[in-house]
Structures are given as C-alpha cells and as structure tokens.
C-alpha cells in the first residue's frame, strides 16, 4: 500500500475524517490493494497523504485494529491481518462442508480416540445416566495445512464405538448420517473466548494464556436425541464465527 495512493473521495462528506480514512484504508484492504502481513505507510506518511493530524490517524487505524483488519507490532508499525475463514452459522454444517464451499482445503488429524468416563457437563448434555461412559475423539483440525482449531468430541458409546477403525480425517457429520445411517437434525451452539491451555498451546502454536475461540456445540438428531457434544477451539486469529438473525414480530 502506498501512502500516495490514498486520498479522500472528493466532495463534502457529513462523516467525520477519521471515518473517512478509516473506510478508505479498509476499502483498500479489502479489495486487495494490499497483502497480509503487508506494512501500512507510517503514521507520518498518512497524516501528509491524508492532510489531517495524528490523533485523527490514531481514531481510524483504531477502528481498522477493532474490525481485526490490522494488528500493531511495537517499534514496527501497522500491518495487515491474515484474512479469517468464515462460518455461516445459517445451517448445521461441519467444518469441512462449511470450509470446502469457500474453495478452502480442510482437514482433520487425529489424535486419540478412547473410551472414557465423562464429565459432568458432557453427561448432561448427552442426557447419561450415572456410569455411563462415552468415546471422546479429539482432532486437530487444519485449514489450507495450517492448524486453527483443535477439536473434543464426545459420543454415547453405541454411536461412539462404531467410530473405531473410520477414517476421521474430514467430517465426522457425513460419517454419521451416511455410513451409520442417523439423520442429523439441529444443534445448540454457545460461544466464548478463553484462554488457551497447555495442550491448545501445543497444537495450535500459540503462545501461553493467547486467547482462543471456544465453541460448544451439542448436536441432536433428527429425532431429538442428543448424539454428539463438542468443544472446539479457534486460534483467534484465523476464524471467526458469522450469524444472521431476523427480527419477527411478536406473537401477540
């Protein structure tokens, strides 16, 4: 990106300056005017292409920082973030399906599959009883050969048994419904951000304590048995979650 490049539309906007350069800086970005990783011109640089101040710089590429198009390195400048991949949370999908419809390669690397007491929060969601045990698969999960998630899932033992021995390298989605004949149907999805443990750490390469994403999602079938609880967590800076809500009338 160079800082000559970058003017104002003419005109008299109502918008104050600093959202007029922040939407020109994200404008640019977005339509690829410049690469991931790729240095902003200096705050100087943009003050003298911009004619405004500092502190006007400063409000917009705070807003770039906020919208997670830019990130700051101290001493070194401004650059541009690796964009995210993108789920639509409009239908139940897994990652691969969701993923592949992007022209993104996704993939799945196993890393254990065990039979194991549950915890208390994975035996009320699966709805056990005392004793009951389930098979827990835990994956990482790679984008484009990069790691962004890694992956817990836990199954009632009489889905969860027949999974020893199928290739868990995709979507655990389709397995289910066309190998082993279970119509999926919905799925309760709450999501937060934590802090990554040791284990998040190894897998994803991350430092210590970064935050991540973490998903939790119970899925059920179509006859409304829950068959699947998960939790899954994003590297924060490579994924992100996109919903579309509509706002119906109340029923009186």
């Known amino acids: ?3 000559q490049e970058l003017k104002l539309q003419p ?30 011109p200096s705050e100087n640089a943009l003050m003298k292409s911009f004619g405004v101040s500092r502190i006007t710089i400063r409000q917009a590429l705070r807003d770039l920082h ?27 999908q ?41 098979v ?9 050969r990069e ?22 390298s995709g979507d655990i989605f389709p397995l289910l419904e066309n190998r082993f004949a279970i119509p999926l149907g ?4 709450a999501i937060d951000s934590t802090l990554c443990d040791e284990e998040t750490q190894q897998h994803l390469n991350l430092r210590m304590g970064e935050p991540v994403l973490r998903v939790e999602r119970l899925t059920y ?9 998960e939790y899954l967590c994003f590297r924060g800076d490579a994924f992100k979650y996109q919903f579309r809500v509509d706002r119906k009338p109340e029923e009186s």
């Open 186 to 189: 919905a799925a309760d999805i």
């Open 94 to 134: 897994g990652f691969g399906e969701a993923m592949a419809a992007q022209g993104y390669e996704a993939t799945a690397r196993l890393l254990s599959i065990q039979e194991r007491k549950p915890g208390k929060a994975v035996a009320a969601a699966l709805g056990l009883r005392s004793g009951d045990a389930v």
């Open 11 to 40: 005109g008299d906007s109502p918008q104050p300056l600093y959202v007029q350069i922040r939407d020109t800086l994200r404008r640019n970005i977005l339509e690829g005017g410049c690469s991931p990783h790729e240095r902003l």
């Open 136 to 144: 827990e698969v835990k994956r990482v999960r790679y984008l484009n």
């Open 221 to 229: 079938d179509r006859a409304g048995r829950p068959i699947d609880f």
């Open 147 to 168: 790691p962004v998630s890694l992956e817990s899932s836990y199954f009632p033992m009489d889905i969860g048994r027949r999974l020893f021995g199928q290739d868990l």
């Open 66 to 92: 906020n919208e997670g198009l830019v990130f700051s390195a101290q001493g070194k400048g401004t650059f541009v973030s690796k964009p995210k991949a993108v789920q639509n949370v409009q239908r139940l």
């Open 1 to 3: 990106m160079k800082s």
